[in-house]
């Protein structure tokens, strides 16, 4: 990085990052590209603002969504929500947070003023919504941009010596994702977008903790709330779901379900402490039932499923994100007669400074084996074949070491 500093507030650096360019590229994303890999400038750190040197980012539904464009957002956009780095250089008013600190980012930060992160998590932060929906930070405005047209300034044909003239290029705002951009070598992010960690937890596990176990585990601790003997069911297992099913496996004594299609996600949910690991029709025909399910799969059939699954006055928590439009069918007298619960839980219902140290802390006793979470690593260059494995379900969490 060029212009780097821990010291006195730096200028402008070069990153390299993940762009995406278009949206509803056809498949395989290996040979259509809909990201790619270039030379950004990131402004410095505003106030309350940090500047973080990525160390590991994973490939999560939530990218591969903006992809394939079931969740549109404005482009183009540096792609990457779920990532942990070490702060380089801070921005005027950060008291609490020093170059050196290890950190998580979370993809939705929490302004902590509005009505609804009064809410203990319950919902999202209003503010933090907007700012993610229009591709900027938490502060506003973009702190990304790329040079388009012309040649760079002191390269032949581009101007006089100070870079003036027509061949010098001109900066085009590139779009923030979800308040991180972590495809990329380094990102300015809000500093209530971080929460920090200790320097024993791997890269890989440190990024997987801002996504998949947040919205997992948290879907199991801070929305079904199982008893320490309760069974629980999890259906769909990427990467947000063999999160919950690590967590349910920590937390309680009861049974534990694990439910999907794939076969090889069946095997790996036994491997991870599942005591049953079923396909849907496998689980309906044996009867299972318990007092709390997490649909974790994003799709309206695994819903159904889930609420079949639900028992006599448990709690189904839906945690997925399935394309809108998406329509289930539930029976609404099953829910009366029954006394059954339908919750919607968005980022695990959780307040990622509370929720993520307890999840770090469950790692390091080693109740949490979160490295088994990571199917494998992969470059930068190499994100768009990670799209493809993720799309076709070859993965349960992709992460880009850098």
Known sequence: MNGASTGSRPGPV????????????????????????????????GPGELLVRIEAAGLCHSDLSVVDGNRVRPVPMLLGHESAGTVEAVGPQVSDVAPGDRVVMVFLPRCGECAECRTEGR???????????????????????????????????????????????????????????????????????????GADVPAGVAAV??????????????????????????????????????????????????????ESKLDLARRLGADRALTPQQAEEAGVRAGAVIEAAGH????????????????????????????????????????????????????????????????REGRLPLEELISGTIGLDQVNEGMDRLADGLAVRQVIEF
Do not use: K
């Open 14 to 45: 070069t990153i390299r990052g993940a762009v995406l360019e278009r949206i509803g590229a056809e498949r395989p994303y290996a040979r259509s590209a809909p990201l790619r890999v270039q030379e950004l400038t990131l402004d410095p750190p």
């Open 123 to 197: 919902l999202p932060c209003s503010r933090g919504s907007a700012a993610n929906n229009a591709g900027e930070l938490l502060g506003g405005g973009r702190r990304l941009h790329r040079a388009v047209g012309g040649r760079a300034p002191g390269t032949p044909g581009a101007g006089d010596e100070t870079g003036a003239g027509a061949g010098t290029p001109t900066l085009e705002d590139v779009h923030h994702h979800l308040g991180v951009s972590g495809f990329a070598t380094h990102a300015v992010v809000d500093r209530r977008s971080v929460v920090r960690i």
């Open 209 to 262: 903790l801002g996504c998949a176990v947040l919205t997992g585990g948290g879907a199991v601790v801070n929305a079904a709330r199982p008893g320490p003997e309760d069974d629980v069911v999890i259906v769909g297992l990427g990467g947000v779901g063999m999160a919950a099913l690590l967590v349910a496996r920590a937390l309680t004594a009861g049974t534990v379900t694990a439910v999907d299609q794939q």
């Open 300 to 363: 309206p059939r695994a819903f159904e499923t889930a609420v079949r699954l639900t028992a006599p006055g448990g709690t189904t928590v839906t945690v997925g994100l399935p394309a809108p439009g998406s329509l289930a069918e539930i029976s609404p007298l099953a829910l009366t007669a029954e006394a059954r619960t339908i919750v919607g839980s968005y980022l695990g219902s959780a307040v990622p400074s509370r929720d993520i140290p307890r999840f770090e802390q469950l790692w």
